[in-house]
């Protein structure tokens, strides 16, 4: 804990040392001032340094802290310095970094955006929306810190602005004046929603009577700070209480149209959900919550389980997903509104065809020439191609889709 300081610990950790480096973000600079009192008052006479080698202002980047530790070690340490091995955003600008020879190359794997992981329930939200907008039109969108903020990025390009954590309603409110044309969404985690969210946010909003729609992405934990529990996860937490359901809590505030869907992955429920709320006749604030459960998180719960059963010698039943031929036209739509990573790239398309061969057991170069072979005949005529292609995986996955470990 930064604050109160603990007068004994700090003196005890410093009075054995020569000097000590202080990094402390924002302004002004309150712990310094506040350990040098400390310091003073107790004799000891270590140098403190902070703001006079660290920038004053700003985010902390790895690249300024790693300038003012530098600084601070030419001071007061210079003997353990290597100059000619210092990292490369320490080096004066000219001086090229020793060349690390690329294992992969780019014709291997290609530059990509930030984004979801593979399998991320919150992707679909945003597929929706974009659905849905297609109907009611453009909103602004007033985002929030959390996993659900790569929807600001490529293909989803959704969020116009960005206030800090539990404040992407506060912030939609503030965008909601009289003189605009434009509706507002609001989006936030539930991280983001029991941190401050539901006073801040929510609670303006009803205040106010702000004609807000406020979307909480409920994926169980707070996912990206590693998966802590909150007030509304799903999880059994013998230390803690949960499973404290976000649309009663935004209810016992004063919302009068709540809803939650609890599958986000079902596209066409999430699109109607946006469309009725956008579109609807209450005004007000409105609050959808989108429920699915990270995946990643789903993964650290599920594969010990899985692997505790193997050891046991148990049967295991494994998720497989192939392309389903009656719904793909070819037409990348998975890439361009979902953002479907897996077939990114013909070169890609191909080696993931082989891949899938070779798990058929045939042969490497058997699989080689039959991917190029079916990859030739998609550019031939892409949309009966495709159709093979896409039956093909799928006929494959289907006969792995329950397998015993
Ligand atoms: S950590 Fe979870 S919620 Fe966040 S992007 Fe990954 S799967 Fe989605």
């Not at 206030?163 to 309603?169: E, T």
């Not at 890439?335 to 070779?358: A, D, E, M």
Request: overall charge positive.
């Amino acid at each position: 804990m930064t604050y109160p300081i603990v007068d004994d610990e700090v003196i005890e950790f410093a009075k054995s040392k020569k000097a000590v480096l202080l990094v402390e973000e924002g302004q002004p600079d309150y712990i310094e001032q506040n350990i040098h009192a400390v310091l003073r008052r107790a004799d000891v006479p270590t140098k403190l340094h902070g703001k006079d080698l660290l920038p004053k202002a700003g985010e902390y980047t790895p690249a300024s802290v790693t300038k003012g530790i530098l600084e601070f070690v030419r001071k007061h340490g210079a003997h353990l310095l290597n100059e000619g091995n210092l990292p490369v955003v320490v080096r004066p600008s000219g001086d090229k970094p020793n060349s690390i020879p690329a294992i992969i190359g780019p014709d291997k794997v290609h530059g990509r955006p930030p984004s979801f992981c593979t399998g991320c329930p919150e992707r679909p939200i945003f597929t929706a929306l974009k659905l849905a907008e297609r109907e009611t039109g453009k909103h602004h969108v007033s985002a929030d810190i959390g996993c659900h903020l790569f929807s600001i990025l490529p293909p989803f390009n959704i969020g116009a602005t960005t206030m800090g954590y539990g404040l992407g309603s506060a912030g939609a409110s503030a965008f909601k004046s009289a003189d605009t044309d434009r509706g507002v969404i609001a989006f936030m985690g539930d991280g983001g929603f029991w941190h401050n969210g539901l006073t801040s946010g929510i609670g303006n909003a009803v205040f106010n009577e702000s004609d807000v729609l406020t979307v909480v992405v409920d994926n169980a934990y707070s996912a990206a700070t590693g998966g802590q529990d909150v007030l509304s996860s799903r999880a059994d937490n013998v230390l803690r209480s949960t499973k404290h359901p976000i649309e009663e809590a935004v209810r016992g505030i004063g919302v009068k149209w709540a809803k939650t869907v609890t599958n986000t992955f079902k596209v066409s429920e999430m699109r109607e959900t946006f469309k009725e709320a956008l579109t609807g006749k209450v005004k007000g604030p409105k609050v959808i919550v989108a429920q699915s459960e990270c995946t990643l998180n789903r993964m650290r719960r599920e594969k010990p389980e899985m692997t505790k059963k193997i050891k046991e010698g148990k049967r295991v039943v494994r998720e497989r997903f192939g392309v389903d031929p009656d719904t793909c036209t070819g037409d990348h739509s998975c890439i361009r509104i979902n953002g479907c990573r897996h077939f990114p790239s013909h070169q890609t398309q191909i080696r993931c065809v082989k891949i899938q061969l070779q798990q058929c057991l045939i042969p490497a170069w058997d699989a080689d020439f039959v991917a190029k072979l079916l990859m030739l005949l998609c550019s031939a005529h892409r949309f009966i191609a495709q159709k093979l292609l896409a039956t093909h995986l799928y006929g494959i996955r289907q006969s792995r889709l329950c397998e015993m470990q």
